[in-house]
Nanobody, 126 residues
Framework: QVQLSESGGGLVQAGGSLGLSCAVSGRTFTMFAMAWFRQSPGKEREFVAGITWNTGRTSYADSVSGRFTISRDKEANTMYLQMNSLKPEDTALYHC???????????????????WGQGSRVTVSS
């Protein structure tokens, strides 16, 4: 079992920056990849960025590429999301997710992740 807990987020003006953290506990040695997803009211939960736990390979949604950076600290058992140049459309509840199943690339589908955090809210004002 793996437990995830997000922190960070908050309210920021458009063009500003925020950071999110996801602390991981439990059987971390079994993890293959982690990711950030986000969900806005009335919309489906969407992939934002993902990273493989051991090799650090990353993948980004087109909408955040060049603005967001995903990283992980294996010793601290923590994943991060640095969000720069934020836009009002980035407003959402951000969830971290983890999987211990192996895939040929960084997984991006919600169904591929079996462990989820409760979410951290990000609000970007215009």
């Amino acid at each position: 079992q793996v437990q995830l807990s997000e922190s960070g987020g908050g309210l920021v003006q458009a063009g500003g920056s925020l950071g999110l953290s996801c602390a991981v506990s439990g059987r971390t040695f079994t993890m293959f990849a982690m990711a950030w997803f986000r969900q806005s009211p009335g919309k489906e939960r969407e992939f934002v960025a993902g990273i493989t736990w051991n090799t650090g390979r990353t993948s980004y949604a087109d909408s955040v590429s060049g603005r967001f950076t995903i990283s992980r600290d294996k010793e601290a058992n923590t994943m991060y999301l640095q969000m720069n140049s934020l836009k009002p459309e980035d407003t959402a509840l951000y969830h971290c997710a983890a999987t211990n199943l192996h895939y040929p690339a960084v997984p991006r589908g919600r169904e591929k992740f079996g462990y989820w955090g409760q979410g951290s809210r990000v609000t970007v004002s215009s």
